[in-house]
């Protein structure tokens, strides 16, 4: 094969990859005490005062953002405290959920045309293939607060749309979304 055919198809390739991550956008937002050194945090306690909205998050949805949480913990090196290791930082977590109808994107169009000499003519018609469906959008707050001073630290929140997935699929869907927010945990 041609060596510059090649380097073509191989940087046409590397501009696809990038422009494909371009486009991926994440939703994570993060803030912290610029202050506060992250280094000392080693246990956790959950915060008494961790908040959901009960009206519209089920206790199922609940376990599974919790447990979620705890996993990120320990891969972010930190324990639960214990009789032996008191907590350095208090985990709050706040969730809530507000549901919707979302339009289906797919579309059939049909179009008539037809002209003569210098007019032409032109009628279309645009309908929606499918119907509404139903959308779960849901936003984790996590917040890790000071033992001593009960004072915000870091806070990591992200939204995630749940459809008609499976329930395997949204504890999947939970577990990637709250390993997003604590990618960016320690702050650099």
Not at 22 to 50: G, L
Not at 53 to 73: H, N, P, Y
Not at 165 to 177: G, H, R, V, W
Request: glycine letters at 6%.
């Amino acid at each position: 094969m041609n060596t510059r055919l090649i380097l073509t198809k191989l940087y046409t390739v590397i501009i696809f990859i990038v422009f494909l991550t371009a486009c991926q956008s994440s939703n994570v937002m993060v803030d912290y005490d610029t202050d506060t050194d992250f280094s000392k945090f080693e246990h956790y306690s959950w915060h008494s005062d961790s908040q959901t909205d009960s009206g519209s998050v089920d206790s199922l949805m609940l376990q599974r953002t919790k447990d979620a949480v705890e996993k990120a913990l320990f891969t972010s090196f930190l324990n639960p405290a214990t009789e032996k290791n008191s907590a350095d930082v208090l985990i709050r977590l706040n969730v809530s959920s507000a549901t919707h109808n979302q339009e289906s994107k797919s579309r059939a169009s049909v179009g008539f045309g037809g002209g003569s000499g210098n007019s032409v003519l032109g009628l279309g018609l645009s309908l929606p293939i499918g119907g509404d469906t139903i959308v779960k959008e849901t936003l984790i707050v996590i917040d890790m607060l000071g033992i001593s001073d009960n004072k915000l630290k870091w806070r990591g929140s992200k939204t995630i749309k749940i459809g008609d997935e499976s329930p395997q699929e949204i504890t999947l869907l939970m577990n990637d979304a709250v390993m997003e927010i604590f990618s960016q945990y320690p702050p650099n």
